[in-house]
């Protein structure tokens, strides 16, 4: 095997790898947050207004699958836009490199210009994406345009499955009390569970990106703190007389 092949083969692999969890981590991270912090502050202002373990369950399990729906909806619809828009840039791309095909060349070596490349080296480099329209294309896509392909990993429906079933999955975190203890314990319980997960979510993300996993916990879980105020808050504010 020829050394350029296995450096190449060796670089390419693992970088597809982690761009692939990437997306994948994105999505779970989308899905259950969000499912965590809008169920936490619904539950937690209807357990306030009604002390009904009934109607707290009836209220989270519609907020569950209405919030799990509509993640994935706006997952599947945000992607097919993103989709709409890259290939669109991608056929113009493509007419300017068949209609104009000095102009796209001297965009090359502009790129690469203002990468410290110069002389005869850069034109060689210019020369080897030119001489690939693949190659080519795809280096005006990234390098000129900043644009990924959003399917490249996981397309817009395995986004959005994904995207809704961590909703599910995260709105059940702070509910889960609710089937086992007398309302005014399950808020405790919910509220501690709830923010316990969040901080280490957010600790987690941190840790796999910048390394500062205490103020991604610290600052997920004020978030969620915050959503269990609002909802209690509004709960309380709007107290409502239950019959025996």
Known sequence: MAKGTSLKKSFDAPEYHRLGQGELFRNLILGSQDGIVNVLGIILGVAESTNSTQLVLLAGLAATFAESISMAAVAYTSTRAEVEHYNAERMRELSEMDTVPDVEREEIREIYRGRGFSGKLLEQVVDKICSDPKIWLDVMMRDELNLENP??????????????????????????????????????????????????????????????????????????????????????????????
Do not use: H
């Open 151 to 244: 399917q490249a990993n996981m397309s817009a429906f395995k986004q959005a499955a994904l995207v809704g079933f961590s909703a599910i999955v995260g709105s059940f975190i702070p509910l889960a009390s609710f089937f086992f203890l007398p309302v005014k314990d399950a808020m405790i319980a919910s509220v501690i569970i709830a923010c316990a997960v969040l901080f280490f979510i957010g600790a987690y993300t941190r840790a796999a990106t910048t390394g500062r996993w205490l103020r991604g916990g610290i600052e997920l879980m004020v978030i969620g703190g915050t959503a269990a105020i609002a909802g209690f808050l509004v709960g309380a504010l709007f107290k409502v007389p239950i019959q025996p």
